[in-house]
């Protein structure tokens, strides 16, 4: 009688929010727990931003808003991408959904049939593969570690290419681990990819805006793939706007047709006033986004510098985004008390009792050995949880 559907049945939780509500819960136990786990600004929504949607309230723009989304915030969006990523779309190329993850799971909703194959270089992002899953799709996962600076190659991707391949997934700057794909490493996978017609490009560019190493780039550039590249992004990341619920898509005409249709079935339009507050944003100068990164640039050395000190993490310079997926494999095995901590789910949990310090584990991104933090906190409570992990983990035997 309660059995819930095979597709339910079969998804994993998502484990970044799974651990914020576990910190949220401590802390409501009057824990005080430093919450590192979920990944959003710790800064707020600008105020020019608030007063667009202000205005929308008191301009009484409370109905149904069309589909795809307003006419004035896609126009935004596709001036955006020509300015900032020299990137030509038509506002019929163009959906607005719930968030970047509800654009995700459109687009691969709208793409891939049952037992179609999506290439997935890891570590990943958590939702990506049982976002895969819902699709009935199967995820080819391309393993990459800390010494690559958890890139692929294009023989990589060459090799995880079979006739049943339909997406590839790429996430730059990454979450989880930082990276920030150059040019030329995306022209790389463009030329693999030009020799496969019938392949598409789910290119998630949610971190653009926070990238330490220069303009971003998108994998959508290289005009002999134009045509099968899906560029996902939003106002969550750079906009410190993570609970609007915005987010889009800029593609080819039939996969946006497919993803209004889908939209229309299952959500209609988005917010009415999210969007409004969004098209400002997305009209703005990139001020706000850089004044962010700046900040989170210099935790982010703060950070690998104290990181350093404490025995057992092993990390990269993560170059965009804003976490640390450091390599603890070294912890592994190792006891407090009778306890064995024996994967990074045991570590993570240890880390949230003993230390009151939320982390996310390696093993929801597709790697074991890691755990991955946010350094979207203050500084001062950044350093407070690291000297908190540092005595933990010097705890262990
Ligand atoms: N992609 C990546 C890589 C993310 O980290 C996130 C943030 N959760 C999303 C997509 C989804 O963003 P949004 O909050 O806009 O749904
Ligand atoms: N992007 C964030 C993270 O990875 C938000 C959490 C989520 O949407 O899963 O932590």
Not at 21 to 29: M, V, W
Not at 76 to 92: C, F, P, S, V, W
């Amino acid at each position: 009688m309660e059995n819930v559907s095979n597709r339910v049945a079969q998804l994993a939780v998502s484990e970044t929010l799974a651990m914020s509500q576990k910190s949220r819960e401590l802390k409501a136990q009057g824990f005080n727990v430093i919450n590192l786990s979920v990944g959003e600004p710790d800064f707020h929504t600008p105020d020019f931003v608030k007063d667009a949607a202000k205005k929308a309230l008191d301009e009484n723009i409370t109905f149904y808003s069309p589909v795809p989304g307003f006419p004035d915030l896609l126009q935004a969006i596709a001036d955006k991408l020509k300015r900032e990523n020299g990137l030509t779309y038509g506002t019929d190329q163009i959906v607005v959904s719930g968030g970047a993850k509800h654009t995700l799971a459109n687009v691969l909703m709208a793409t891939v049939n049952a037992g179609d194959e999506v290439i997935v270089p890891a570590p990943y992002w958590v939702s990506y593969v049982e976002l895969v899953k819902l699709a009935e799709g199967k995820s080819v996962v391309i393993p990459t570690t800390i010494e690559s600076d958890f890139k692929i190659t294009p023989k990589q991707l060459e090799e995880a290419i079979t006739p049943k391949t339909r997406v590839l997934m790429l996430c730059s700057p990454s979450n989880p681990t930082g990276s920030v794909y150059t040019r030329n490493e995306l022209a790389g996978l463009a030329q693999v990819l030009a020799k496969y017609p019938n392949i598409l490009v789910l290119s998630d560019e949610i971190y653009e805006h926070i990238n330490y190493v220069g303009k971003h780039e998108s994998i959508a550039q290289f005009p002999e793939i134009f045509d099968r590249v899906i560029v996902v992004n939003g106002v969550s990341k750079g906009y410190a706007m993570t609970g609007w619920r915005i987010g889009y898509c800029a593609a080819p005409k039939w996969i946006a047709k497919a993803c209004q249709k889908l939209q229309g079935q299952m959500t209609s339009g988005t917010c009415s006033i999210a969007q409004k507050a969004a098209a400002a944003a997305i009209a703005s100068d990139a001020s706000y986004p850089k004044m962010m990164c700046k900040a989170f640039e210099q935790r982010r050395d703060k950070v690998i510098e104290r990181l350093r000190k404490i025995p057992g993490f092993k990390t990269n310079v993560p170059q965009g985004a804003f976490y640390i997926f450091a390599e603890v494999a070294e912890l592994l095995g190792k006891k407090f008390g009778d306890e064995v901590i024996s994967n990074t789910a045991d570590l993570c949990m240890y880390l949230i009792n003993q230390a009151h310090v939320a982390t996310v584990p390696g093993s929801a991104f597709g790697a074991a050995e890691y755990i991955r933090f946010s350094y979207a906190a203050s500084e001062e409570e950044l350093m407070e949880a690291l000297n908190r992990i540092d005595k933990a983990v010097q705890a262990l035997q």
